[in-house]
């Protein structure tokens, strides 16, 4: 049996759950928590970093990141499922990708900066740092909002985790300043139930 080490709350292993998913590989594998701030943990053994999700194959070997792990799943599910052919295809959409997990990178940082700092500690200038970031894409993307009428990427799957990340830990005023993006985020739900099946509530 494969095993995917992840923790409910993480946007990045909720994308890989969804991708299992929609590729029909979710029940080859088990999910088992992880903790990242244990250091007796063993997936500190499993990725050197400590960090999640880490794939864990039959024959014991492991897989990160998120995006080498959904490159895997689409190569195991006979490939150009999530991560398109062609040159083009599949450049804007693992571009999407790479925009769409930097906006979960600089919420998580976020959402560290106060959870595991003592508050003396606390950067208001690092936070507003990484929440320009956040700011800068999600205008970029209110403007250039995905298609989804081809068929659903890799691109799109990061984009629906990074915003429902962004829901969960930081409210939904986004959406107001970013309709299109709700509004896409919607569309994607519909097409998408696994978005919904893996969603974290707490």
């Known amino acids: 049996m494969i095993i995917l080490r992840s923790s409910p709350p993480s946007p990045f292993g909720r994308k890989t759950k969804i991708a299992a998913k929609l590729l029909g590989l979710y029940d080859q594998i088990t999910?088992?928590?992880?903790?990242?701030k244990d250091p007796s943990d063993s997936l500190r053994n499993q990725n050197p970093l400590g960090k999640i999700p880490i794939l864990i194959m039959e024959d014991g070997e492991t897989i990160y990141d998120s995006s080498v792990i959904l490159d895997s799943l689409d190569r195991m599910a006979g490939g150009g499922k999530i991560i398109p052919e062609g040159d083009e295809n599949r450049r804007k959409a693992l571009t999407l990708q790479a925009l769409a997990d930097g906006i979960?990178?600089?919420s998580i940082?976020?959402?560290?900066?106060?959870?595991?700092?003592?508050?003396?500690?606390?950067?208001p200038a690092w936070v507003d740092y990484q929440s320009?970031?956040?700011d800068r894409a999600l205008t970029y993307l209110e403007q250039n909002a995905p298609a989804l009428e081809?068929?659903?990427?890799?691109?799109?799957?990061s984009l629906a985790c990074a915003l429902g990340y962004r829901d969960l830990r930081f409210g939904k005023n986004w959406r107001e300043s970013y309709p299109n993006l709700a509004s896409w985020l919607e569309d994607f739900a519909a097409k998408v139930p696994a978005f919904e099946a893996t969603k974290f509530e707490g």
């Open 31 to 36: 999910v088992e928590n992880g903790d990242t």
């Open 104 to 106: 979960m990178d600089a």
């Open 109 to 123: 940082l976020c959402v560290y900066e106060t959870r595991m700092r003592p508050e003396n500690e606390r950067s």
């Open 132 to 134: 320009e970031k956040v």
């Open 150 to 157: 081809n068929g659903i990427n890799v691109g799109h799957i």
